[in-house]
C-alpha cells in the first residue's frame, strides 16, 4: 500500500477537509548505475569538503544560502517550515475554476488526495461537488521548502491534486526558434488529413498503452547477458514528404487493409457452411 508523502488540510472558505498526500505515479523507468569497466564495482559518489578536501560524514552536512559577500547561512528543517508559515501544513483554495479552462501545459506532477480518518465526511462533499460542477480548486501549498500552485479536482472517487507551472516558467511559443509557417495547405489536402484522423479515431484507453522503449530496452539487457549481439535496427524515415496529398491517401489506403482483412475474416465465419449431401 502506497505511503502518505504528506499530512495537511485543505481549507475552502470556512471548511477544512483533512488530508493526506500520496503519489499518483510510480516511475517505471529503466535504471541504470555507474560501475567500473575494469572490474564492474560500483561506483560511489563522496561528500567532501573543498576547503579540507576530506571526506565529511552525512550527519555533517546541513543546507546553507550564499550571500552576495560569500558569507552562508545555515538553516536547518525546522527553520525553513517557521518561514513558510501556516502554508507548510495547509493548502489554502483561492478560488474554483472550470477543469476545461486549464491547458494542460499548466500541469506539473500529479498526486492523489486521501482523507484521513476525521475528516471523512468533508473529503466526500468537496470531491461531489467538485464532480458535479465540473470545477476544480485552485490553491498553494508549501511542499519539500517549495510553495506550489496547485489544482485540485475529482478523479473517479478519489481526489487529484496537480502541481503547476507559473505562467513565468513557461517558455512563450514566440520565442521559439522555428521557422516561419509554410504555405497554407489546400482544401484537398485538409479534408484528406481530417479522414485520417478519423479514420485513426477510438476512445482513450489508457490501458492499452504502455512503455515499449521500457519493454525493448529490458529485452536488449536480457539478450546481451545471454551473450547476444546488439545489432541497431534500421533507421526509420524521417524525411518530409514533397507530395503531402499522396502521402496523405497512402496513409488512409495502409490504414483500410488492416481493417478489410478483418472484416473479410469475421464474414467468413460468419457464413454458414453447407450441409453435406446424402448418399
Not at 138 to 148: C, D, K, L, V
Not at 191 to 208: N, Q, S, V, W, Y
Request: hydrophobic content about 40%.
Amino acid at each position: 500500500m502506497p505511503r502518505s508523502l504528506w499530512n495537511g488540510t485543505v481549507a475552502f472558505g470556512a471548511v477544512a477537509v483533512p488530508i493526506k498526500l500520496y503519489s499518483a505515479v510510480e516511475a517505471k523507468t529503466v535504471h541504470f548505475h555507474e560501475v567500473h569497466l575494469e572490474d564492474g564495482a560500483r561506483i560511489e559518489h563522496r561528500t567532501f569538503c573543498s576547503k579540507e578536501d576530506e571526506e565529511v560524514p552525512r550527519e555533517e552536512v546541513v543546507k546553507g544560502y550564499e550571500l552576495s559577500n560569500g558569507r552562508w547561512v545555515i538553516v536547518d528543517k525546522e527553520e525553513i517550515d517557521a518561514a513558510g508559515g501556516s502554508r507548510s501544513r495547509i493548502i489554502d483554495v483561492e478560488h474554483f475554476v472550470p477543469v476545461a479552462d486549464i491547458d494542460p501545459v499548466h500541469y506539473a506532477k500529479a498526486y492523489f488526495l486521501g482523507a484521513r480518518e476525521e475528516g471523512a465526511a468533508a473529503y466526500r462533499l468537496l470531491h461531489d461537488a467538485l464532480e458535479r460542477t465540473g470545477r476544480a480548486a485552485i490553491g498553494r501549498f508549501t511542499f519539500h521548502q517549495r510553495e506550489y500552485l496547485v489544482a485540485i479536482r475529482a478523479y473517479e472517487r478519489v481526489l487529484a491534486l496537480h502541481t503547476m507551472r507559473f505562467a513565468d516558467e513557461l517558455v512563450a511559443p514566440g520565442d521559439l526558434d522555428v521557422p516561419r509557417r509554410a504555405r497554407k495547405p489546400d482544401a484537398k489536402e485538409v479534408k484528406m488529413a481530417e479522414r485520417l484522423i478519423d479514420a485513426l479515431h477510438e476512445p482513450f484507453t489508457p490501458g492499452r498503452l504502455h512503455d515499449e522503449y521500457r519493454e525493448a530496452v529490458l529485452a536488449a539487457i536480457e539478450a546481451k547477458a545471454k551473450g547476444e549481439d546488439l545489432e541497431p535496427g534500421p533507421a526509420p524515415d524521417t524525411e518530409p514528404p514533397d507530395d503531402l496529398l499522396a502521402a496523405l491517401r497512402a496513409s488512409l489506403d495502409d490504414n483500410k487493409k488492416p481493417k478489410a482483412r478483418k472484416k473479410a475474416k469475421a464474414k467468413a465465419k460468419a457464413k454458414p457452411k453447407k450441409a453435406k449431401a446424402k448418399a
